[in-house]
Antibody, heavy 117, light 112 residues
């Protein structure tokens, strides 16, 4: 079955960068567009961007332009989300989610990123 | 960006009673391909969101038939005909007609 397994929790200092991974299994890696969605503590869902694992093309929410980079490694069926210049407001659970036909069908378990001095 | 507005933000429902959540978008979600890109997700405590309804009114595989979606254009509704204890969590509507995809604020459903 389709599984998206994310990397473990991270603690970072303000100004640092974090790179979260999402390893896919159970399907052909290139058929799902992959999204990243984050959720601050006690808050709602916020869409960050999307990557096409086939060609590597990306589209980011304006809010994160210049700070976020989404990449993929087809040899390991893994997508990555790197967020730089971290601030306390970036403390959140970060989810990857696979899309088919505009539906976010499969979600990773989430990765908690804590930004604290 | 398309703004998604949900009401109410919280619901407390007696088991067996109905519940209804409204979602309004700032722009029409009807695409030129004829589909309306409005989705409903449920996030149970401590879990990632799960898809309930796609394209306004289509229940995803395994979703009980007590869940139904309706609406068109910019106004949408999720209804639960008879709430059960397992339905607790936060419900989100989401649009994917154009990036950035955007979510409603969420509606927290509690059981009385």
């Amino acid at each position: 079955q389709v599984q998206l397994v994310q990397s473990g929790a991270e603690v970072k200092k303000p100004g640092a960068s974090v790179k979260v991974s999402c390893k896919a299994s159970g399907y052909t890696f290139t058929i799902y567009y992959m999204h990243w969605v984050r959720q601050a503590p006690g808050q709602g869902l916020e869409w960050m961007g999307i990557i096409n694992p086939s060609g590597g093309s990306t589209s980011y929410a304006q809010k994160f332009q210049g700070r976020v980079t989404m990449t993929r490694d087809t040899s390991t069926s893994t997508v990555y989300m790197e967020l730089s210049s971290l601030r306390s407001e970036d403390t959140a659970v970060y989810y990857c989610a696979g899309e088919i036909a505009a539906r976010l069908l499969n979600w990773g378990q989430g990765t908690l990123v804590t930004v604290s001095s | 960006d398309i703004v998604m507005t949900q009401t109410p933000l919280s619901l407390s429902v007696t088991p067996g009673q109905p519940a209804s959540i409204s979602c309004k978008s700032s722009q029409s979600l009807l695409h030129s391909d004829g589909k309306t890109y409005l989705y409903w997700y449920l996030q149970k405590p401590g879990q990632p969101p799960q898809l309930l309804i796609y394209e306004v009114s289509n229940r995803f595989s395994g979703v009980p038939d007590r869940f139904s979606g309706s609406g068109s254009g910019t106004d949408f509704t999720l209804k639960i005909s008879r709430v059960e204890a397992e339905d607790v969590g936060v419900y989100y509507c989401m649009q994917s007609i154009q990036p950035p995809y955007t979510f409603g604020q969420g509606t927290k459903l509690e059981i009385k």
